[in-house]
Each structure stands twice: as structure tokens, then as C-alpha cells.
């Protein structure tokens, strides 16, 4: 062990010195025999280490590398899921995302739109309706894009108009609506869009209520 061997080391030493001819001087205080020496009496020696000055048949404990820590597998990623929320207002240029005009392709790529069909209309528009919706119709002209779209549920107008909305509440927001056909107690209706004037409402009315409203390109081919 290290202890032991450092302390057969001083004895050699000791006993070569006695050995040889004459008497080295020491520098320093003598120092009695079986006295403890002063700390300067043996500058040569280096002090011991912790794990020399250990007891006998004492295992020095040195510390232990830190550990390099492990990095964590990575974790498995999932496509970001749509968080975008329903569109709540139909107009003036369209609803939410989706656009009069749109191509079919940019009107799909909303996420907005479920199904399409081509029509048997005057200009094989296609159709599809408003995901999550049964009766939400949008219509798609080949050539001139989204050209119709139905409002639904608690959807309205930038005016505050929706499905249920009296015949008075309709005038009040917009003077300039009129009835096409029938009267104001049933009816279909139209009116120029507030700031679009490439759009307008229709707006059809049943029993003084808004039964059907929607937003569509001036001259759309797609519907009658």
C-alpha cells in the first residue's frame, strides 16, 4: 500500500545516512528524540496526499467522473393538427379563407371544403359544401372559380344578418335590398354587397324570417 510504502522509503533513507562517513548537518532545531517535528523540519518532503495519509488497510475513495448524460431518445413528431378557428362572418369577399374567385385547388387547400361534384348547371360548375355542414353549398365556376357561397348555422353577415333574422332587421341593414319574387312575408331577395361591388346577398326570406342567404360573384353562371 501506498502508506506503507512511503514510510520504507524514510527508513532506508535514514539508515543509508548512518551508514555513511560522518555526520550530515541538518538545518533547523533539533528536535528530541520521539518528539513531533516542526513543520519545517523536513522541507523536503513533499506533504502527502489524501489518500497517502489514510489509515492503513484503508482503501482511499476517489471521486468518480461525472457521468456523461445521456441524451434522451428523440420523441416521435406528428403532423401539426389544424387549430384554425370556424369562420364567422360571410363577406364581403368571401368566408374566412375561402374566396370568390378561388380555383377549385385553392379552395380545397382551406380545408374548408369536403366533397366535390360537377353540377348538371349551365356552366358544369362543380359543388361542394362547407365541412361539417349539410346544407353550407359552395359552387366552383371551371373558369371563373368559387362564384357561390351558402351561409350557415350561426354564420352572418358583416351586418349582423344570419338564418332567422327578421325582415325588418334585413332592411335596417341593408335600405337597398328588395324582393326579386313574392312578398315580404316570403320571398327571394336581393342586394349589392357593402363593400364589394363585384358581389351581392341573396337573401330569401319565409314566414318574415331569413330562411337562405348567400354570397356570390356578380354574373355567377353557376345557379339561376
Known amino acids: 500500500m501506498r ?10 533513507a535514514v539508515l543509508m545516512t548512518g551508514c555513511s562517513a560522518g555526520v550530515e548537518q541538518v538545518a533547523g532545531d533539533a528536535v528530541p528524540a520521539g518528539g513531533q517535528p516542526a513543520a519545517s ?19 482511499a475513495v476517489t471521486s468518480a467522473p461525472a457521468s456523461r448524460p445521456t441524451s434522451s431518445p428523440p420523441t416521435a413528431t406528428t403532423r401539426p393538427v389544424r387549430t384554425t378557428s370556424p369562420p364567422r ?14 380555383t377549385r385547388k385553392q379552395a380545397e387547400a382551406t380545408g374548408l371544403l369536403e366533397g366535390y361534384e360537377v353540377a348538371d348547371y349551365l356552366a358544369r360548375c362543380g359543388v ?5 355542414t349539410s346544407r353550407a353549398t359552395v359552387f366552383i365556376d371551371p373558369s371563373r372559380g368559387v362564384s357561390y357561397i351558402a351561409l350557415y348555422g350561426t354564420v352572418r353577415t358583416p351586418e349582423g344578418i ?35 361591388s363585384n358581389a351581392g346577398y341573396q337573401i ?21
Open 3 to 12: 502508506a506503507i510504502t512511503i514510510t520504507g522509503a524514510v527508513i532506508s
Open 41 to 59: 523540519a523536513s522541507p523536503s518532503l513533499a506533504a502527502p496526499s489524501p489518500a497517502a495519509s489514510a489509515p492503513a488497510g484503508t482503501a
Open 89 to 102: 362572418t360571410l363577406g364581403p369577399a368571401g368566408l374566412g379563407p375561402l374566396k370568390l374567385g378561388m
Open 128 to 132: 361542394s359544401k362547407v365541412r361539417g
Open 162 to 196: 344570419r338564418l332567422g333574422s327578421s325582415v325588418s332587421a334585413v332592411r335596417r341593414a341593408y335600405p337597398d335590398w328588395e324582393f326579386i319574387l313574392g312578398d315580404s312575408a316570403s320571398g327571394e331577395g336581393a342586394v349589392r354587397v357593402p363593400g364589394n
Open 204 to 224: 330569401d326570406i319565409e314566414d318574415g324570417k331569413v330562411s337562405y342567404l348567400a354570397l356570390s360573384s356578380e354574373n355567377q353562371r353557376c345557379t339561376d
